[in-house]
């Protein structure tokens, strides 16, 4: 029987102090839950110097993460520093030692993932990240084993809190995106730079990760189409409101006959919907299942110690591997091949709001190449405003399901009629 | 390597069916993730003729449960006939004889889930029980995996899909309990004798399991206070309403410093909980770590799919074990003794609704009782109705949070004061 199993940390920024203190505060718990003591060994972190959250003993701090790989005593390498490079050398340098790993770093596994997974799975090494996705939730535990038994048909998530938030602003305080950005900014919900998040890019990585798993088959996050919150105005969370939506940026993946359709990007959701209640910096994963039905995991999508909290679950469960001998007990469950579907194979329904020269006969022609290109309409809503200033309408149209490209197709051609001004806005509707 | 892993099935009720049709549906993908073949070589039921929803080799069916403990080519057995006795028996013999077990049956658990759980320990063998909480929503492993590493403060479950309709349909469509129940029972949500569910037994089982994980010390359902929903009036649920809360049977357990407050009773809810969007059928978990922050399960409670994928799940994560030679990975994780606390050492706050005398000082002279009881007050709403028909007015009172014990004794006090005709409705409020 093992005294302690040893972690060395490579990164010591705010997930990897919110996990370390962790490991301190319950750190008599977890080990009576394991059975053997989990040391913190080794840090490695660029900045020496800087304050920190949390205590710990200075001495195991290198700006060399080849300390923690080469050390022969390390059984864990916890990778927080995040990017693709160094950690993606970082951890295949590690495998290649013997280590087990944990890691946050979503970017990564989008890229480059498989190539690490298989590595860890020949080596019958552990390779687990729960933090990459959610935060704290949940997630990809579950989806490889408790719902293992299903054929997972579609993931549904909710999984970046800063657009969340600007979201919620919008809707609740009537604010436009520019207003509601200045403001996460300023609670430190949004970087300085919120390009990542608010362009879709942090979505499409974790949203490829959810679904290699979901649908048992590799996705690379360049095959996955995203589109960011930044043209959404405060008029078209007004008119969800009224029609009986609320917006958020989905990131959405559904395994079709014929492929896997995978998208990120801001959607009318049904208040009905669950995941219309995960509301500001929280993070909803929906999952729906062939044999469990619908289920949503939700919580803290981010901050120090849930991401801490993940970290430390699969910091535990690859310890209980190493105590009975069976590491690598779960690998890549990439199984099958399936092909990313190209957008224009989206199946989805479409909010339109145009405006429109005023007079009699617009509504019906517009309705009529909707008609022609095979889009079948749900719902009409004209409000004309400023007649005699410009003599304008606005149209808003929800379409019943149809295909992307005959979509398009229809658009196209309504955005050449002479009688309409302006399609202002485009945005897909998830029931 | 196994070519295959044999499942004895006792019990081929609604449960059984559903997770035998999801190994026939679903077993190709599942036989490719264990890495070997699940097979379901026997079936003991004490009705060999009904008509069942699912396909199945008749010749496997049997109705002496012991045709499957004692077959030596049985690895797992799945328990699925509910109750204590003789399921217990049959568990503990399986056991015995070298099984891992897979049941359902909360009531057993929650009885007498010790004993059962420290032989699967002692002997190496894997003891799981997904299904027996939340239907298929992913609970029980979460709490013992992904969230190892916090200190778990409380626990707070819609665990009852029957009582939840009820509550449901009494608050938005206004129904009183009888019109509700009958509905319920009409639809199959409850049965034709509802006691089990609508006075919080099954609640109660179902706690008492999450609260022995989560506090990692072993609750008895005996010492579970529970309460049902029989004696909740319309008038309460649109209070409710009026007052920002819903109403809904709540399974609830802290870890507080001197021992485990556990109980099982309805209560109003603010409506910006996340428990609060949890209606109808459905099921959700909500569980408060110290480093997880908040974060809820949702899902469907209960059918023969949902319930399926979680004895499934369990299958999957025990073939597993079998394959890379590690079963009993996570034994039992009862590793404290705290004590369950009184029901009088309950913090918490309470709505209380009474008929007094209309007349002037009656308010004041509650309230002066409330006060001298340390009880604090945070919302007081008196309507009169029927003035001059009966003289009489009708006050609603929410307090702080209060001892109960403290609470009790007010609340007596004030029964006995000459202008309090009635005590109409006491309930507790869970913020």
Not at 93 to 100: I, S
Not at 335 to 361: A, F, N, Q
């Amino acid at each position: 029987m093992r005294s302690a199993i040893n972690i060395g940390m490579i990164g010591l920024g705010t997930v990897g102090c919110g996990a370390l203190s962790i490991l301190q505060e319950n750190g008599d718990a977890i080990a009576r839950k394991v059975g053997c003591e989990l040391r913190v060994t080794r840090i490695a972190d660029i900045d020496l110097d800087r304050e920190r959250p949390v205590q710990f003993d200075r001495s195991i701090l290198t700006n060399d993460a080849y300390q923690i790989i080469n050390d022969p005593d390390v059984d864990i390498v916890v990778e927080l520093i995040g990017g693709v490079s160094p950690a993606g050398r970082f951890i295949m340098d590690a495998l290649k030692n013997g280590k087990h790993i944990v890691t946050a770093n979503k970017e990564l596994l989008a890229r480059e993932g498989h190539s690490l997974l298989v590595e860890a799975g020949e080596r019958k090494q552990d390779f687990s990240f729960e933090a990459s996705v959610g935060g704290g939730i949940p997630i990809i535990r579950p989806l490889k084993i408790d719902l293992a038994g299903n054929r997972i048909e579609e993931v549904i998530g909710i999984v970046n809190g800063t657009t969340n938030y600007i979201l919620t602003s919008m809707s609740q305080e009537g604010e436009d995106f520019g207003e509601a950005l200045a403001e996460a900014q300023k609670l430190g919900y949004a970087e300085p730079d919120p390009t990542n998040d608010v362009e879709g890019h942090d979505a499409a990585y974790k949203i490829a990760i959810l679904a290699s798993i979901a649908f048992t088959s590799r996705v690379n996050v360049a095959d996955v189409y995203h589109e960011g919150i930044t043209s959404l105005t405060q008029r078209d969370t007004s008119y969800a409101e009224e029609l009986g939506y609320c917006v958020k940026l989905l990131a959405i993946a559904k395994d079709r006959p014929n492929g896997m359709e995978i998208r990120v990007h801001p959607a009318f959701l049904p208040k009905s919907h669950p995941l219309a209640s995960v509301n500001g910096v929280h993070n909803g994963i929906f999952v729906r299942g062939n044999a469990v039905g619908d289920v949503m995991f939700y919580g803290q999508g981010a901050g120090p110690m849930a991401a801490g909290s993940a970290v430390v679950g699969d910091i535990v469960d690859i310890a209980r591997n190493i105590v009975c001998g069976a590491t690598g007990r779960i690998a890549c469950t990439c199984l099958d091949e399936k092909p990313v579907l190209p957008l224009g194979e989206t199946i989805t329904k479409y909010y339109v709001r145009m405006r429109t020269t005023d007079m009699p006969g617009v509504l019906a022609g517009v309705a009529g190449v909707f008609g022609e290109n095979d889009v079948s309409l749900a719902t009409v809503l004209q409000k004309t405003r400023g007649r005699g200033k410009n003599g304008q309408a606005e149209i808003v149209w929800i379409t019943h399901e149809v295909k992307e490209e005959n979509f398009r197709r229809a658009l196209a051609k309504i955005e050449s009629l002479p009688v309409v001004a302006q399609i202002n806005a485009c945005i897909r509707v998830e029931e």
